[in-house]
C-alpha cells in the first residue's frame, strides 16, 4: 500500500484537506484545485528517511 492519505490546509481558504500521495515517488511537484473554493494549490512532496514532507503554497 504506498498510497497514503494525509491532511493539508489549503493557502486559500483554510480548509483542512485531505489528499492522497503516493510514497514511491521520491519528489513531487503539482497543482491540484482545492476541493473547497476551488484554486490552485501547489504541492511540493519529499519523501525524506520515510517521513513524507508536504509543502502546499499558492500558485
Ligand atoms: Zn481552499
Known amino acids: 500500500m504506498l498510497e497514503q492519505?494525509?491532511?493539508?490546509?489549503?493557502p486559500?481558504?483554510?480548509?483542512?484537506l485531505e489528499v492522497l500521495f503516493d510514497c514511491s515517488v521520491e519528489r513531487q511537484?503539482?497543482?491540484?484545485?482545492c476541493q473547497v473554493c476551488?484554486?490552485?494549490i501547489q504541492f511540493h512532496v519529499q519523501i525524506v528517511d520515510?517521513?513524507?514532507?508536504?509543502?502546499?503554497n499558492r500558485n
Open 50 to 56: 520515510g517521513e513524507v514532507d508536504i509543502e502546499v
Open 12 to 16: 486559500y481558504c483554510g480548509e483542512w
Open 5 to 10: 492519505p494525509y491532511t493539508v490546509q489549503c
Open 29 to 33: 511537484d503539482y497543482i491540484e484545485d
Open 38 to 40: 476551488c484554486h490552485p
